[in-house]
Nanobody, 128 residues
Framework: QDQLKESGGGLVQPMGSMRLSCAAS????????MAWFRQAPGKERQFVAA??????????YYADSVESRFTISRDNAKNTMYLQMNSLKPEDTGVYYC???????????????????WGQGTQVTVSS
């Protein structure tokens, strides 16, 4: 069974750092584009970052709210994706989900419906 499983969430103080991991099992996701989304209480799930490999190499994309603070990366040998989060703010609080898609389009990469595979999420709380 194909699965994505997030880990690394928890409680962190404002301006702190945290690294999330997304481990894939059941199939190799190296040919898939992958992304991170987050969902705050009472709000819709929002795009955070994505990574894709095209003819020109590895590309990364970020939401404006996390640009320069978050870094998405992946280790295909370990079938794992990461999200390094620095300078965390209280508004970064939420459940973080990893997602994967076989068919990636920049124009729709922020859409939840773009992705076929999802993890169960990991809670990140930024609070003093």
């Amino acid at each position: 069974q194909d699965q994505l499983k997030e880990s690394g969430g928890g409680l962190v103080q404002p301006m702190g750092s945290m690294r999330l991991s997304c481990a894939a099992s059941g199939r190799t996701f190296s040919s898939f584009a992958m992304a991170w989304f987050r969902q705050a209480p009472g709000k819709e799930r929002q795009f955070v970052a994505a990574t894709n490999t095209d003819w020109n190499g590895v590309r990364t994309y970020y939401a404006d709210s996390v640009e320069s603070r978050f870094t998405i990366s992946r280790d295909n040998a370990k079938n794992t994706m990461y999200l390094q989060m620095n300078s965390l703010k209280p508004e970064d609080t939420g459940v973080y989900y990893c997602a994967a898609t076989r068919s990636f389009h920049v124009a729709s990469m922020t859409w939840v419906t773009e992705y076929e595979h999802w993890g169960q999420g990991t809670q990140v709380t930024v609070s003093s």
